[in-house]
């Protein structure tokens, strides 16, 4: 254990830890385009068509519950805290399995999206022994919630806690209506408990959604902040952000980290 400095603080590189949701085909994924760092983007979707041509960053496609915990484990390295998922061994495990692939060079991870990444890993969760009942041996849907909201905790906790890197999560913004005929939003993720989660472990949550200029005509905005027109799902740690910024991610890293 190590007292860091401010001094020291101020010299290292701090990653910005951030969700953008938003409803389909407002263009989501095309927001790789606008980084302007080594990125990497973690397919969950099969969806880089939207960036055919136009972007030459790498990705890998994740298809399975156990890639992505892997993934996870190789860029966010060893929990200590852990003697299972993203231990020691774990992690040498991935490395012999993803043995030709050097993480090390990119700044950014991009996650398209955690929508579908909770969707694979409650497919995942529904055939695990912890997920039988231990009375009849059969599936228990409430023991699968549970378990995934272990599993995902788990695995965005391997995200939070990379120092160097921006790691952007992409997600489906779901549009509700409560007993009163009122509208709200909230993010497309499989398990109540890490909707709920998110704010409190990622530095921003953002909102992308379709905004009219002062000509009247249709753009892409970013709503950022918690108390919007709106009542989309915001948050800004940095509070460097305005309400409504546009929708380019390379200068919103800037902004958050402090440049202009």
Not at 24 to 43: A, F, M, V
Not at 64 to 88: F, H, M
Not at 129 to 134: N, R
């Amino acid at each position: 254990m190590k007292i860091i400095s401010a001094d020291e603080r101020l010299k290292q590189h701090t990653g910005v830890k951030l969700a953008i949701f938003g409803k389909y085909g407002i263009g989501k994924t095309s927001l790789l385009k606008t980084l302007n760092e080594p990125t990497l983007c973690l397919d969950f979707e099969a969806g880089l068509l939207a960036v055919q041509g136009c972007w030459d960053g790498d990705s890998i496609s994740v298809r399975t519950w156990e890639d992505a915990r892997d993934i996870a484990c190789l860029i966010g390295g060893v929990n200590p805290a852990s003697k299972s998922c993203y231990s020691q061994k774990h992690f040498d495990m991935a490395k012999a399995k993803f043995k030709d692939c050097n993480f090390s060079k990119y700044r950014c991870i991009f996650i398209d999206s955690i929508t579908i990444a909770s969707k694979i890993c409650l497919l995942w969760c529904k055939v695990q022994p912890e997920a039988c009942s231990e009375r009849t041996g059969k599936p228990d849907l409430r023991a699968s919630y549970g378990l995934l909201a272990t599993e995902m905790s788990a695995w965005l906790n391997q995200f939070q806690h990379i120092p160097d890197k921006d790691i952007i999560f992409v997600g489906l913004l779901d549009s509700k209506t409560d007993d009163f005929n009122n509208t709200f939003w909230i993010p497309q993720i499989e398990g109540t408990k890490i909707s709920v989660e998110i704010p409190g472990v990622l530095d921003e949550v953002i909102s992308m959604i379709p905004y009219k200029n002062e000509d009247g005509q249709p753009e892409r905005k970013f709503v950022c902040q918690t108390l919007n027109h709106g009542g989309f799902p915001a948050k800004d740690r940095s509070g460097r952000l305005d309400e409504i910024e546009a929708a380019d991610l390379g200068k919103l890293l800037k902004k958050i980290k402090g440049g202009k």
